[in-house]
């Protein structure tokens, strides 16, 4: 009980803070942030530095997670609080050359005990587990933005630690700190309607680290899963000592490419995207949107592909290793010692042109061929039928999804309220024993923009899973009844 008290007193203290800035950045609505105040060109060395903008963020986030059954050792009901937030600096342009450096932290001064945190699921971003293992201590700190940019005619190229958002690779900024990257990125908007995002990446910092790590290998030379990429999306066949085992290197560079039109064909937005991991996996994917008007609404079909190629995975299959699975385990895969595959999405949404309301109906069905890797926190089959919490990229998995949201603000029932509902039915592959077994999901999200002080945003969500609990793999063993409901409230004000 003292927990909850706890967390709401530090609500109230957060949401009664008064506004002392203007409002420089805004909160979209998959929690990235959009800019309104953007340093300028100067044209002395002085002004490049007196001239900058800063930009600040409070967070509180708390997580509970019920599961509906425990199995000893394995799982266990949890709960997470983070309060923190951030400190961006963005000098101003001087001949085109810029500087963005930015201090995020997340302290933990209610938690678990350190013997249970390999316990907490969606609020294990609030900390490092690592940290916590290996000195005991719970909080966390890191640079996680800091680069050198220079622009020029709708052309901008980062060189350093920075965020980086394309169908694969996301900041996923829902919890203390987000997911970037370190490396070199070009984004150009010189031809119209046209964006064009180039990256090379030599490292990634997952949410819940405060040290750059390799982009794919997961654990690290010591075995310790925990020290890499420890995503929960990551391919544990792909780790440290079977790399080493099939004589191949265990640091990894991340190559992505893509190009995004929405002026080529009217009414038409497309995106094709190349993401590689050199001489491991590599992933093309193509997007597409088409509106057609009808009166007061738009119905807009859309669908994306991905296809998966295996560019060197099957070396470690080679050894007997079953990488086609997340997990490592290949009974049930037609090919177990190899990454090709091929995922395929659809949707149709029905919008209101009054922007007080939008549906959609989703479907994806991934090939049964091998599971989809993508540890970069862009999800596969985001914004088509992925839940919160959700991982349904594995082989043979089939999804369905409704969800409608409501501006309740522009409806005029709530200020600055959206609410949005989501249902999903996912149906995995029953008899892969590295796979859930199958599960409905009822997702809701509120988010509120508080008129009333200037920044300021509470977000809170639910997740409610139905799970089978009579499931048996091909091997015969009884898989574990994923039933849970998850409960999160998020504050943040920017300043």
Known sequence: MKRYIAVAAAAVLVVGMPSFAKEKRVLKGNMTLKYNVLPQEVETLQDMFTQGVWYGRLRFNSFLWDWDKEYAGKTKDNWAIGIGGSLEYKTAYLYGLGATVGLYTSQNPWHMDKDEVKYVKAGKDTFSRYRVKKSGHFGMSVLAQAYLEYKRAKTSFKAGRQVFESMLTKSNDTKMIPNTFEGYSLTSR??????????????????????????????????????????????????????????KDTKHDLIVAEVANKSLVPNLKFKLNYTTVPDVVALAGLEAHYKIPLGEYNLVPGFRYIKQFDKGADDIGKLGIAVAN??????????????????????????????????????????????????????????????????????????????????????????GLKASLRYAVQDFDDKKPGVQADSKIVHLDLVEKVKSIEGLYLKFRMGLVSGDDDTKDINGKLKKDPSYNEFRFEVNYLF
């Open 190 to 247: 010189y031809f119209s309607g046209t964006t064009i995002k180039l990256a090379y990446f030599i490292k990634q910092k997952l949410r819940d680290h405060i040290t750059f790590h390799d982009v794919l290998t997961f654990k690290d030379a010591s075995g310790e899963s925990w020290a890499n990429n420890d995503d929960s999306a990551v391919n544990k066949a792909l780790s440290y000592a079977n790399f080493v085992a099939a004589g």
């Open 326 to 415: 997340l997990k490592g385990k290949g009974d049930g895969y037609k090919d177990p010692y190899s990454v090709d595959s091929f995922i395929w999405m659809a949707r149709v949404d029905l919008k209101a042109k009054s922007k007080v309301w939008w549906a959609r109906l989703g479907y994806s069905k991934v090939a049964n061929q091998a599971d989809i890797i993508a540890p970069w926190r862009g999800f596969p089959t985001g914004g088509f039928t992925r839940a919160m919490a959700q991982y349904n990229w594995y082989a043979n998995t089939k999804t369905w999804m409704i969800r409608g949201v409501v501006n309740l603000d522009k409806a005029g029932v709530v200020p």
